[in-house]
């Protein structure tokens, strides 16, 4: 039964990136990679809420990374870690908000 659950989390999120990331085209690009990472990591985070420090420190290291490739020239390879880690860090703070809010540093309208 966990297993049918996570698997309906995942296509629910994917499709759902999908959507967001692709307007529904099925194109396998880059587009369709990046909807298959954030679902993933969607799904991981809420099986395992505490991997979010560790997905931070991921995110720092592919800007890093990127920058690195942006220095060098390869611009293709840092925008698709750039657009990756940025998409990650937006999820990791959909993720840390309800904590914000709870700890007061959010404040209701």
């Excluded at 990591?41 to 979010?52: G, N, R, V, W």
């Excluded at 293709?76 to 703070?93: D, M, P």
């Amino acid at each position: 039964m966990n297993y049918i659950k996570h698997t309906f989390l995942f296509i629910t999120f994917l499709l759902f990136f999908i959507i967001i990331n692709t307007n529904l085209s099925l194109k396998i690009d880059r587009s369709f990679f990046e909807s298959v990472v954030f679902a993933l990591i969607t799904e991981a985070l809420f099986i395992q809420p505490k991997l979010k420090f560790i997905f931070i420190v991921v995110v720092n290291v592919m800007f890093l990374i990127m920058v690195i490739f942006y220095t060098f020239g390869y611009i293709e390879i840092a925008t698709l870690i750039g657009s990756l880690a940025f998409g990650i860090l937006l999820i990791e703070v959909l993720f840390y908000a309800p904590q914000l809010i709870r700890n007061g540093y959010i404040k209701d309208a």
